[in-house]
């Protein structure tokens, strides 16, 4: 099967380190196994997104040499995907319709048993919540090794479409990734634990599962995640060499010391690319 890998950011803001690390780690599987790379944009969540950062992480990924084999797709246009998978699903009897609040959900903690713990109320509209079964999924992954992890005791009866009529990361990434016809998803070592629920809405849609390959993380000087909304700095693309350097050098992976342009740089980069130097641990990168 012809590789297809993709890189899929959240419009949460500028590109950072820890961002361009999994657009280069993904690209450089992708055109290693001579396959294409494509974008999607992760825009379900208007209330976390920063107005213009999406087209700013578009505008900046080429200037770091990353360009899409198609154009990207965009969440926010999906609705009509995600409506279908949301009615598959009820005809599945796999989902139930909560109508907990906050102060309710705090206080019973995740939902497993496959109902709601309070009243329907038919002037509210519910979120729907996926019934997860007491089974163990395991996958491989092709840095992290082999994974297991009890649905039901981990990720609970999880929410697919917020109360507010938004579609859950989980859902939209496991019907994308089909639509895109992804074949491995190579992304940070954070959702290596969402990846069981990816797999078991795979499983329950009929879709087809890709690899999984997640990256080790760049970590800030305290150890927590560098990410847009932590307000990590973001990497500068008028002058995307030496972050580049940094991300090609956080990957393992030897970096031409002559390279003129970004371009240069990651072509050189594939030449010696080899998936077995990516370290598994995440590290610490000092901003
Ligand atoms: N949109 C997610 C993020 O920016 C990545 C999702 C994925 O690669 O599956 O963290």
Known sequence: MDYRGRYAPSPTGLLHFGSLVAAVGSWLCARHA?????????????????????????????????????PALHQSQRGTAYDAAL?????????????????????????RDGRCASQPDPNREPAWRLRTPDIEIAFDDALQGPQRQNLRETAGDFVIRRVEGLYSYQLACVVDDAHQGITEVVRGCDLLDSTPRQI???HLLDLPRPRYRHLPLALDAQGRKLSK????????????LPALRHALDFLGQPSPADAGDAQEMLAGALLRFDPERIPQRSGCFVI
Do not use: K, N
Request: aromatic letters at 6%; glycine letters at 6%; one cysteine or more.
């Open 34 to 70: 001579g396959g294409r790379w494509l974008l999607r944009m992760e825009d379900i969540d208007p209330p976390r997104e920063v107005p213009g950062s999406a087209a700013a992480i578009l505008a900046a990924l080429p200037a770091f040499g990353l360009a899409a084999d198609e």
């Open 87 to 111: 009615a598959r699903l009820l005809e599945l009897d796999a989902v139930f319709p909560c109508w907990c609040s906050r102060s309710e959900l705090a206080a019973l903690g995740p939902h």
């Open 200 to 202: 078991y809405l795979q």
């Open 229 to 240: 909304s932590t307000q990590a700095l973001p990497v500068d693309p008028a002058d995307p």
